[in-house]
Structure formats: structure tokens, C-alpha cells
């Protein structure tokens, strides 16, 4: 992911990632690949950055994960059978 502040510094962000399983969070700065920490709950990636990222700035973010659609606990309605894809 390539981000960039629009207006106020940011610190942290969220990344909807339904279903996945996530190995490694890196952030690039400076060209330099930082790991990072992280919060996940099946639904929602936290990261939070090291530092405060500001508008001037553009921020590269890498995840490594594997998706697992199969596992992912989803309502179904009647037209839909199958909740592959849907995401």
C-alpha cells in the first residue's frame, strides 16, 4: 500500500482484511523496511507507524498474509449460496 496524509499527521490506520491470515507488517521509510506491530481480528488490520507520518510525506506499507476465504463466518442470504468472492 502506497499512503499519504491529506491534511493532520498520522500515526496509525485500519485496513479492512476479512478472513486473512497475517504473517508480516513492513513499513518503508527512508527506503529502509521496518517490521512493525500490528493488531488483527479477523476483520480489521490495526498498524500502528512509528511516527507521526505527515501530508508532506508518502508512506509504502507491505503485508504479507495468506487469505482464507473458507474460514471466514459470513450471513448468507437466499440468491446467495456461496459467499467465495465477496469480499
Given at each position: 500500500l502506497t499512503l499519504k496524509p491529506y491534511f493532520s499527521p498520522i500515526d496509525s490506520f485500519i485496513v479492512d482484511a476479512k478472513g486473512f491470515e497475517i504473517s508480516e507488517v513492513q513499513v518503508f521509510l527512508s527506503?529502509?523496511?521496518?517490521?512493525?506491530?500490528?493488531?488483527?481480528?479477523?476483520?480489521?488490520?490495526?498498524?500502528?507507524?512509528?511516527?507521526?507520518?505527515?501530508?508532506?510525506?508518502?508512506?509504502?506499507?507491505?503485508?504479507?498474509?495468506?487469505a482464507k476465504p473458507e474460514q471466514l463466518k459470513t450471513k448468507l442470504g437466499e440468491a446467495i449460496t456461496s459467499d467465495k468472492g465477496l469480499f
Open positions: 527506503e529502509k523496511p521496518m517490521v512493525i506491530q500490528y493488531a488483527y481480528d479477523s476483520l480489521q488490520l490495526k498498524i500502528r507507524l512509528p511516527r507521526k507520518i505527515f501530508s508532506t510525506e508518502i508512506l509504502t506499507v507491505q503485508i504479507a498474509y495468506l
